[in-house]
């Protein structure tokens, strides 16, 4: 079996680890050591067959890595890959999925020729009851894309021999800046207004919050539109509201992040939105008071 691994043991991260691990070798990269993590479904509660490195330890044993997913938060991303960097191989294929959307220039400008840079799009549903278990909650959509030219030639094998068998219903897509808005606007619709009012995805669905999804997407077409991204209103919201509904009994990763008073990922998405609009000279006052409303929730999370 190929050799795959992932960085961290976030939920997306132990939720693909299950599924790869029926087909790879999977090791997780993490800062401290860990003996043993663990994935459930419902009551049933099973030891996940990976193995655990810390990166001094990968570093120490000049770890070669030909494959990997870096399932980290938005503004965690850079370093993770900075972090890898020296390890990875000359033909390497490295995957990465966050919430929002982060600057990849960092990243593209320091891979070599024959490294291939991928995007992945999952809102799979998975929380965390402590701090080595997850605990699956249910499908979502995925969608995966090329982030370079050497990935755009690769991505129907990697996608074919990894990310189909291992998401039902994954679609592949080369428009990368396209499927990130798509994205974006997902996180948009869900992640805010459930950290604010605490209340799982499927809750979202209810008149009262329809306007604010709307007009919170609206501004993000607007302006997507303004940069030569073709989102369609209509089909954003249908999308928004198709997660909604297949993650309906999931709590968003920021209404997780603000309840255990970790950073969110605010500023990699309404921040985002709001930062756009400021430069090209307009407003997103629907995408502004989000922004403070959830950073006005803990210190941590305003902007640095």
């Known amino acids: 079996m190929a050799e795959l691994f992932i960085v961290g043991k976030g939920a997306v991260g132990l939720l693909l680890a299950e599924k790869l691990a029926n087909t790879h070798q999977v090791t997780l990269i993490t800062r401290t050591p860990t003996e043993a993590v663990f994935f459930q479904t419902h009551l049933k509660r099973q030891q996940l067959a990976v193995k655990c490195v810390t990166w001094q330890v990968l570093a120490q044993q000049q770890q070669p890595v030909s494959l990997c997913i870096i399932p980290v938060k938005s503004y965690q991303l850079t370093d993770a890959f900075m972090s890898l960097k020296p390890h990875l191989t000359q033909n390497a294929n490295v995957i990465l999925s966050h919430n929002g959307i982060q600057a990849l220039t960092p990243i593209t400008e320091t891979l070599d020729a024959?490294?291939?840079?991928?995007?992945?799009?999952?809102?799979?549903?998975?929380?965390?009851?402590?701090?080595?278990?997850?605990?699956?909650t249910g499908p979502g959509k995925s969608l995966f894309g090329p982030c370079n030219?050497?990935?755009?030639?690769?991505?129907?094998?990697?996608?074919?021999?990894?990310?189909?068998?291992?998401?039902?219903?994954?679609?592949?897509?080369?428009?990368?800046?396209?499927?990130?808005?798509?994205?974006?606007?997902?996180?948009?619709?869900?992640?805010?207004?459930?950290?604010l009012t605490g209340l799982k995805n499927g809750r979202l669905r209810a008149p009262c919050y329809a306007s604010l999804v709307l007009s919170v997407l609206n501004e993000a077409c607007t302006i997507a539109n303004l940069i030569g991204v073709p989102l369609k209103l209509n089909e954003e919201l249908t999308r928004a509201y198709q997660v909604m509904t297949l993650t309906a009994d999931n709590f968003s990763s920021m209404a997780q992040d603000v309840s255990n008073h970790r950073r969110t990922e605010i500023d990699a998405m309404c921040g985002y939105v709001n930062e756009l609009a400021i430069q090209l000279g307009i407003t997103?006052?629907?995408?502004?008071?989000?922004?403070?409303?959830?950073?006005?929730?803990?210190p941590i999370n305003k902007s640095y």
């Not at 991928?118 to 701090?131: A, C, H, R, V």
């Open 149 to 195: 030219p050497v990935a755009q030639q690769r991505a129907q094998r990697v996608f074919k021999h990894l990310i189909e068998p291992t998401l039902q219903g994954a679609e592949l897509a080369y428009d990368i800046q396209l499927l990130r808005w798509q994205k974006l606007c997902v996180n948009l619709a869900i992640n805010p207004l459930s950290a």
């Open 114 to 136: 024959q490294q291939g840079l991928f995007f992945l799009s999952t809102s799979m549903g998975g929380w965390k009851p402590d701090s080595t278990t997850v605990e699956y």
């Open 284 to 298: 997103a006052p629907y995408n502004a008071r989000l922004l403070k409303q959830v950073q006005s929730l803990h």
